[in-house]
C-alpha cells in the first residue's frame, strides 16, 4: 500500500485532499503538510528511516502555488534526494503542466478534483512504485547525510564530517564549516559507518579516523586532537583505537 504525503497551504483543500486519499483502499497512509518547509521536514525524516521504515514515503501529493517555495521548487529538491519519491501535481493551474512532466511527475491532477480522476493518478503511482526495482533497507545514499538549513534539505559528504557527538536521540555532525543537528541516534551512524573509518571513542563521540591529527596521552587520559579540538577517549575505546591508527595507511 501506499504511503502518501499531501501538501497544499489552502487547508479546505488539503483536508478534502486527505480525505479522498484516506478513502482510497490503496493508500496505507496519508499525512498533511501545510507549506514546503514542513513537507522537506518530513521528507528529511522519511529519508533518515530509509525505503523500507516506518516513515518513508512513496508518493506526494503537491499544489504548485504557495508561499514561499512553491510545488516546482519543492520538486526539484526532492530530485535530488537518493530514493526520491513519487510526485502527482494537484492543482487550480493548467499553465505549468510541461513543467511538472519536465520534473517526471507521475500525473497532474486539476482542481477541484474528483475521486475518479484522483483515483486514476494513485493507480499510475502505485504501478510505478511496484515496478521500481527494490532497494534493500539501508541508507538511501551511504556518501550523503540529509541536514536541514534554513528549512531547505541539503546533503552533507560523509567524508567532511569530522566527528559526531550525541545530543539524546540526535546527533551533531561536525565539518571544517559547521555543524549540523540530525534526528538520529549515535549508535545508529556508528553501526551505519563503521566500515567507513568511524570509530567509537567515547559515549558521547564517534570520530572519523581520517580526520585524527593527534593521539596525546597526559597522566594516564588518551584524547585525539581533529582540527582544533580535543575530545576525550574512553578507557573502553582506547586499545581499538590504538590498534586502528597504528594500522591506518
Not at 500500500?1 to 479522498?20: F, G, H, I, K, N
Not at 498533511?32 to 514542513?38: F, M, N, R, V
Not at 540529509?146 to 565539518?175: K, S, W
Amino acid at each position: 500500500m501506499l504511503r502518501a504525503l499531501a501538501v497544499d497551504d489552502e487547508r479546505p483543500s488539503l483536508e478534502e485532499l486527505l480525505y479522498l486519499l484516506h478513502a482510497d483502499p490503496r493508500i496505507g497512509s496519508a499525512e498533511g503538510a501545510g507549506d514546503a518547509t514542513e513537507a522537506l521536514r518530513r521528507m528529511n525524516r522519511a529519508l533518515e528511516s530509509g525505503p523500507g521504515g516506518p516513515e518513508a514515503i512513496d508518493v506526494v501529493f503537491l499544489d504548485i502555488q504557495m508561499p514561499g517555495l512553491d510545488g516546482l521548487d519543492l520538486a526539484r529538491l526532492l530530485t535530488g534526494f537518493a530514493r526520491p519519491p513519487l510526485v502527482v501535481f494537484v492543482t487550480a493551474h493548467e499553465d505549468f503542466a510541461v513543467h511538472a512532466f519536465d520534473l517526471k511527475a507521475v500525473d497532474y491532477v486539476l482542481k477541484p478534483v474528483r475521486k475518479e480522476r484522483l483515483s486514476e493518478a494513485v493507480r499510475r503511482a502505485e504501478e510505478l512504485r511496484d515496478a521500481a526495482p527494490r532497494i534493500p533497507v539501508h541508507e538511501p545514499d551511504p556518501d550523503h547525510m540529509p541536514v536541514e538549513l534554513g528549512g531547505v534539505t541539503r546533503f552533507v559528504a560523509v567524508e567532511d564530517i569530522t566527528h559526531v557527538e550525541a545530543q539524546g536521540d540526535y546527533a551533531r555532525l561536525h565539518t571544517v564549516k559547521g555543524s549540523h543537528l540530525v534526528r538520529i541516534p549515535l549508535s545508529t551512524l556508528e553501526e551505519r559507518w563503521r566500515t567507513r573509518g568511524f570509530v567509537r571513542i567515547h559515549r558521547r563521540h564517534l570520530v572519523a579516523l581520517r580526520h585524527i591529527g593527534e593521539l596525546r596521552l597526559d597522566a594516564g587520559t588518551v584524547s585525539v586532537l581533529i582540527g582544533s579540538e580535543e575530545l576525550q577517549v574512553s578507557r573502553r575505546h582506547t586499545r581499538e583505537l590504538r590498534d586502528l591508527l597504528m594500522r591506518r595507511p
